[in-house]
């Protein structure tokens, strides 16, 4: 494959895949069974590294709940290292 095409592939699925957490974050917000912020600080996660606006919401969210969100980069460190 195209070492530009991967790039763009990669950079739409995490697109895609990090709003799409943030939406069923949202979605969580209002049922009972999903943990909302949860999902929303996964989706975050997913796309800080693609915008500089995130990037500022996901500091934000590191002081305002660092145990969320250390368990969050923990999940990430272990699904990069499988």
Not at 20 to 43: A, K, M, R
């Amino acid at each position: 494959m195209n070492a530009k095409y991967s790039a763009v592939l990669r950079k739409t699925l995490r697109f895609v895949a990090g709003w799409s957490l943030i939406v069923v974050g949202i979605v969580g917000l209002f049922l009972p069974l999903l943990q909302g912020v949860v999902f929303i600080i996964l989706g975050v996660i997913v796309l800080a590294p693609e915008s500089p606006r995130i990037q500022r919401l996901r500091d934000k969210m590191a002081t305002r709940a660092p145990h969320l969100f250390n368990k969050t980069l923990l999940f990430r460190q272990r699904n990069h290292e499988q």
